[in-house]
């Protein structure tokens, strides 16, 4: 049995910043969701999650000096209210993408100023690369915790409670004085199946169900699970700062652990749609056949939003039968992040080593097996020609893809691309390090202005998804579940309706 344990821990996810006309996607935080859900193993009961963009959701308001952005989430003051409420003995915060930096800094801002005694933790993404400079620069942000933070966040959390030696926790950033202190993260866990479940039962699913605005907004009856059952992977390319984090191999839980934890799911909460979030969800064949027969009973409507390789397996009759497997589970879409349309650069620059004849064959077999295809693409990268470009507008457009998105380079901390722009000096003017989208030029183009370059992105993103619409039947049905939503002038979705 386990022992109850006094500590009282608060967890926050801040709120969005994003484009005006996007589509303001929100889900479960399953960073914090795991994290609470180690905590609980290990007997601490007093823990409260705060989401403030999903709590605040309708809460919109501009960003300062840019009309073209938004914040949207709780204000400070009303998590700073929640949290007092709660009363914490220790604060986590979120900071898992760059795009999210800006508010997590502001938060802890309001919380260090109406709570000074609570230490704050940070933890993510981007603060894991931006350790140090954040340390110095940031006062209310009293430690971090780098890398995988399942285990590390419960290991600080025990020896800061018990007055132990907290220094000594694997992956914690702290300052003494004006010193900076940085241990070794902890190992990658191997075993995710040892893990618990994230704990979903500490958010209001119903309030994420109401919104209806998971990863993929495609959805029919808004009550989507989303999971993710794998970590790490084994390709390099040079913009992704998520390998780096997870690491490069691939570590995932087994097929009934990923049955289980699907079925509570429906039981617990009555999902009837999952999007299934993995970096790479089908890199083993066997594994994804086994967790398709073993949800095949579960009637739920599945997509795959965050892409899959488009060269796995490396057999097509191989990878036709996985197809099917998905569709006959209830798949209806899957992803691809393709990227470039330029075999060279794909290759040579970016590191994606993906042959792009494979991208038309994977588009061909999912039709065949009955899926939808989502295309992804990305222009603006450094040092990237006109000619190069040209290539990927060609590519895309002779791509039989079901819908896609074409966003801009961003150049994340610790990514090779941040090397590359950083030594060439190629951060836009207005680049904020803590406010990055990939609705904005981040990258100085070479040979054509900003404003072109926006404007050539925004162009095809629309002419491509308005052609896509009446590719087939499905895809009739798919931008009709579009219609009540505001997706005019989302880079992702954006599309001209055409009737029929």
């Known amino acids: 049995m386990v022992n109850r344990k006094k500590t009282r821990i608060a967890l926050i996810s ?3 910043i994003g484009a005006r006309k996007q589509v303001r996607r929100v889900q479960p935080p399953l960073g914090i969701a795991c994290i609470a859900a180690v905590l609980e193993s290990r007997g601490y ?21 840019d009309h073209t952005l938004i914040r949207f989430g709780l204000s400070d003051e009303a998590v700073v209210e929640k949290i007092n409420k709660f009363k914490p003995d220790i604060i986590g915060i979120s900071s898992l993408f760059s795009s999210q930096v800006d508010c997590s800094f502001s938060i802890a801002r309001s919380l260090k100023k109406a709570l000074p005694e609570i230490p704050v933790v940070f933890g993510g993404i981007h603060v894991s690369n931006m350790c140090e400079n954040i340390m110095r620069q940031e006062e209310a942000v009293d430690f971090i915790i780098i890398g995988e933070g399942d285990n590390s966040f419960a290991d600080f959390v025990e020896k800061f409670s018990n007055k132990e030696d907290y220094e000594k926790t694997p992956g914690l950033v702290w300052r003494n004085g004006s010193k900076i202190h940085k241990n070794p993260q902890s190992p990658l866990i191997q075993n995710l199946d040892k893990l618990p479940f994230p704990a979903w039962h500490l958010m209001d699913m119903e309030n994420y169900f109401a919104i209806g605005m998971p990863h993929n907004p495609f959805v029919k009856s808004g009550r989507v699970g989303c999971i993710m059952t794998s970590r790490g992977c084994p390709q390099k390319c040079y913009f992704c700062s998520s390998a780096d984090y997870f690491g490069h191999s691939f570590r995932a839980m087994s097929s009934s652990r990923t049955i289980e934890m699907i079925s509570y799911l429906v039981n617990k909460f009555g999902i009837k749609e999952l999007q299934i979030i993995d970096d790479n969800f089908t890199i083993n064949f066997k594994r994804v056949i086994d967790i398709c027969k073993g949800i095949e009973n579960l009637n739920l409507r599945i997509t795959l939003p965050n892409a899959i390789r488009a060269d796995i397996p490396l057999n097509h009759e191989k990878r036709l039968i996985m197809f099917q497997a998905l569709r006959e589970a209830g798949c209806e ?18 590191g994606k080593n993906l042959n792009l004849n494979e991208v038309i064959i994977t ?35 002779k791509l039989d893809a079901d819908s896609f998105s074409i966003s801009l380079a961003t150049p994340l901390p610790g990514t090779s691309m941040w090397n590359i722009v950083e030594q060439n000096n190629l951060f836009m003017e207005n680049f904020n390090i803590n406010r990055m989208l990939y609705s ?40 009709k579940l579009l219609k009540r939503k505001a997706s005019e002038g989302d880079r992702k979705y954006s599309h001209e309706v055409i009737e029929e």
């Open 363 to 397: 588009c061909d077999l999912a039709h065949k097996a009955g899926l939808l295809i989502h295309a992804n693409f990305i222009m603006g990268f450094p040092l990237e020609r006109a000619v190069e470009r040209q290539h990927t507008m060609e590519f895309a457009k």
């Open 440 to 479: 904005q030029v981040s990258i100085k183009p070479e040979d054509i202005s900003p404003d072109e370059l926006y404007q050539l992105v925004e162009s095809l993103n629309h002419e491509l998804n308005t052609a896509a619409q009446f590719k087939r039947p499905r895809t009739v049905e798919k931008y």
């Open 14 to 16: 801040p709120q969005v």
């Open 333 to 350: 879409q899957i992803s691809m992040s393709i990227e470039h349309g330029d075999q060279d650069f794909l290759n040579n620059v970016i």
């Open 45 to 65: 009961d007093s823990i409260c999650i705060v989401d403030a963009a999903a709590e605040g959701y309708n809460n919109i308001v501009p960003v300062e000096k």
